[in-house]
C-alpha cells in the first residue's frame, strides 16, 4: 500500500470560522490574517494506492481539478486510472474538485470511479436547511443520488481488506472518516480534525461543526484508537501540518 499526499488549495477562510468561539487572542498566534481577517489553509487530498485500487478521499472545491490532476499525473496516474472517490462529506471544500462544468452541466472528472458516501450525509446535502445551505452544492448531490457509480453507507464500508470507511458525526450528521491499514493506522479525518490544532485540543470546534456534543464524543473515540498502536492522523485543512505520526 502506497498513500500519497498533496495539496490542492490554497483555502481563504474566515480565521473566525474555523475555530468558532476560540478567541482570535489564541488562534491568531498561529496565522497570519489578510485584510478580510482570512486565514490561509490547506486542502490537503489523500492518495491510496491499495492493491488493483487508487482511492481518492475528498477532492477540494471547484477549480482544485487542475491541482488535482498535476498531482496524479507526477505519479503517473490518469484520471481514467482512479477507481474510488470517498468523501467525508459533502461540503463544497471536499468534494468540488471531482467535478467540473461544461456548460451548465456539472460533468465527473473521474469518468471510471466509484462515488462513497454515507446515507445520512447524502440526505442532508439535498435538503439542506436554512444554514448548512450555504455548505453544500445541491448539484453534487443531486448527481450524486442519481449515479449508478454512488455507493452509500450507513455505519462502516470495507473498499478492501486495506481500507475501511467508518461513520464519524458530528461536524455532519453523516461525516465520515477513513481508515488505512498498513505498518502503521492511518486516519484520514476529514474535518473531524481539521487542523493540528483541533486535534492537540479536541474541544476547539469550527463554526461548521453541526453537532458539538456528538463531534466531542466522536474525537474521544477516535483518539481512543489512535492510541492504541501505532499511527499516522492526516489534517484536510493544515497547510504546514498536514499529518502527525503517533
Given at each position: 500500500?502506497k498513500?500519497?499526499?498533496?495539496?490542492?488549495?490554497p483555502?481563504?477562510?474566515?480565521?473566525?470560522?474555523?475555530?468558532?468561539?476560540?478567541?482570535?487572542e489564541?488562534?491568531?498566534?498561529?496565522?497570519?490574517?489578510?485584510?478580510?481577517?482570512?486565514?490561509?489553509l490547506?486542502l490537503?487530498?489523500?492518495l491510496?494506492?491499495?492493491?488493483?485500487?487508487?482511492?481518492?478521499?475528498?477532492s477540494?472545491?471547484?477549480?482544485?481539478?487542475?491541482r488535482?490532476?498535476?498531482?496524479?499525473s507526477?505519479l503517473?496516474?490518469?484520471?481514467?486510472?482512479v477507481?474510488?472517490?470517498?468523501?467525508?462529506?459533502?461540503?463544497?471544500?471536499h468534494?468540488?474538485?471531482?467535478?467540473?462544468y461544461?456548460?451548465?452541466?456539472?460533468?465527473p472528472?473521474?469518468?471510471?470511479?466509484?462515488?462513497y458516501?454515507?446515507?445520512?450525509?447524502?440526505?442532508?446535502?439535498l435538503?439542506p436547511?436554512?444554514r448548512?445551505?450555504?455548505?453544500?452544492?445541491k448539484?453534487?448531490?443531486?448527481?450524486?443520488?442519481?449515479?449508478?457509480d454512488t455507493?452509500?453507507?450507513?455505519?462502516?464500508?470495507?473498499?478492501?481488506?486495506?481500507?475501511?470507511?467508518?461513520h464519524a458525526p458530528?461536524?455532519t450528521?453523516?461525516?465520515?472518516?477513513?481508515?488505512?491499514?498498513?505498518?502503521?493506522?492511518?486516519?484520514?479525518a476529514?474535518?473531524?480534525f481539521?487542523?493540528l490544532?483541533?486535534?492537540?485540543?479536541?474541544?476547539?470546534?469550527?463554526a461548521?461543526?453541526?453537532?458539538?456534543?456528538?463531534?466531542l464524543?466522536?474525537?474521544?473515540?477516535f483518539?481512543?484508537?489512535?492510541?492504541?498502536?501505532?499511527?499516522r492522523?492526516?489534517?484536510?485543512?493544515?497547510?504546514?501540518k498536514?499529518?502527525?505520526?503517533l
Open positions: 500500500m498513500i500519497h499526499l498533496f495539496d490542492v488549495g483555502f481563504l477562510l474566515d480565521g473566525g470560522s474555523i475555530f468558532g468561539v476560540v478567541p482570535k489564541k488562534w491568531g498566534k498561529f496565522f497570519t490574517v489578510d485584510e478580510q481577517n482570512r486565514i490561509k490547506g490537503n487530498v489523500v491510496i494506492e491499495s492493491k488493483d485500487r487508487k482511492i481518492l478521499v475528498d477540494g472545491v471547484f477549480g482544485s481539478k487542475e488535482l490532476l498535476e498531482n496524479l507526477k503517473k496516474i490518469s484520471p481514467e486510472a477507481t474510488d472517490i470517498v468523501f467525508t462529506h459533502l461540503h463544497y471544500d468534494s468540488g474538485g471531482a467535478f467540473d461544461r456548460y451548465d452541466t456539472l460533468i472528472v473521474f469518468k471510471n470511479a466509484k462515488y458516501v454515507n446515507r445520512i450525509e447524502l440526505e442532508n446535502a435538503n436547511d436554512d448548512t445551505r450555504f455548505f453544500y452544492k448539484e453534487i448531490a443531486s448527481f450524486l443520488s442519481r449515479s449508478g455507493i452509500l453507507f450507513d455505519n462502516s464500508f470495507s473498499i478492501n481488506e486495506e481500507v475501511e470507511i467508518l458530528g461536524h450528521d453523516g461525516h465520515s472518516v477513513v481508515i488505512a491499514y498498513g505498518e502503521r493506522m492511518h486516519l484520514i476529514g474535518d473531524m481539521p487542523t490544532y483541533h486535534f492537540e485540543k479536541p474541544y476547539f470546534m469550527t461548521f461543526d453541526g453537532n458539538l456534543k456528538q463531534n464524543k466522536t474525537k474521544k473515540h483518539l481512543n484508537m489512535l492510541s492504541k498502536r501505532k499511527s492522523v492526516y489534517f484536510y485543512h493544515h497547510l504546514e498536514p499529518f502527525l505520526d
